[in-house]
Nanobody, 120 residues
Framework: QVQLVESGGGLVQAGGSLRLSCVVSGSVFRVNAMGWYRQAPGKPRESVATISSSGVTNYADFVKGRFTISRDNAKNMVYLQMNSLKPDDTAVYYC??????????????WGQGTQVTVSP
């Protein structure tokens, strides 16, 4: 069984920063692409940033220049550094990872989410 656990959410004023962390644990053979999604109340879940196993990153336009995704392959962790936060960034942030528990079996896994609230 593979589990993802996020941490680092909280309440911050507009213009502030937060750093989210996510660890992949359990029966992990290999972790492939990882990423962060978010879902605000009444809105669909949307991709924020992704990072491949080799470190290639991709960002949603609304976070480019403000957020940075990174990973530590040795620790099976992914991070999201969020700067210049805006009230519109308020959402539950979810970590996701495409992970293999065996050589042949892989699937996408999701964390439980961490709340980020940005006050005006």
């Amino acid at each position: 069984q593979v589990q993802l656990v996020e941490s680092g959410g909280g309440l911050v004023q507009a213009g502030g920063s937060l750093r989210l962390s996510c660890v992949v644990s359990g029966s992990v053979f290999r972790v492939n692409a990882m990423g962060w999604y978010r879902q605000a109340p009444g809105k669909p879940r949307e991709s924020v940033a992704t990072i491949s196993s080799s470190g290639v990153t991709n960002y949603a336009d609304f976070v480019k220049g403000r957020f940075t995704i990174s990973r530590d392959n040795a620790k099976n962790m992914v991070y999201l550094q969020m700067n210049s936060l805006k009230p519109d960034d308020t959402a539950v942030y979810y970590c996701t990872a495409n992970a293999q528990s065996t050589v042949l079996f892989k699937r996408d896994y999701w964390g439980q989410g961490t709340q980020v609230t940005v006050s005006p």
